[in-house]
């Protein structure tokens, strides 16, 4: 599959982020809002990468978990 593609589907996946992949071949995602303070609280990261799409999908899914365990 191709680098365009991948990228389109993990934003329709998270599409409250923004995804891009670096020159050097890592794969980014970074929130469109700012976190809360309680996103903060609980550990939640403003950007996130792996070295690969299925990595950032996990690291995103986390990020999930994250959100709502912050949110009361």
Avoid: K, N, Y
């Avoid at 469109?32 to 303070?37: I, V």
């Avoid at 939640?44 to 994250?66: F, H, I, N, W």
């Amino acid at each position: 599959m191709s680098f365009d593609r991948r990228l389109a589907e993990i934003a329709r996946e998270f599409p409250e982020w923004t995804i891009w992949r670096s020159d050097a071949g890592r794969w980014w995602a970074t929130r469109h809002r700012p976190l809360t303070s309680a996103q903060r609280a609980a550990g939640c990261a403003m950007t996130v990468d792996a070295d690969e799409p299925d990595g950032l999908r996990e690291q995103l899914r986390e990020q999930e978990e994250c959100d709502a365990a912050a949110d009361p």
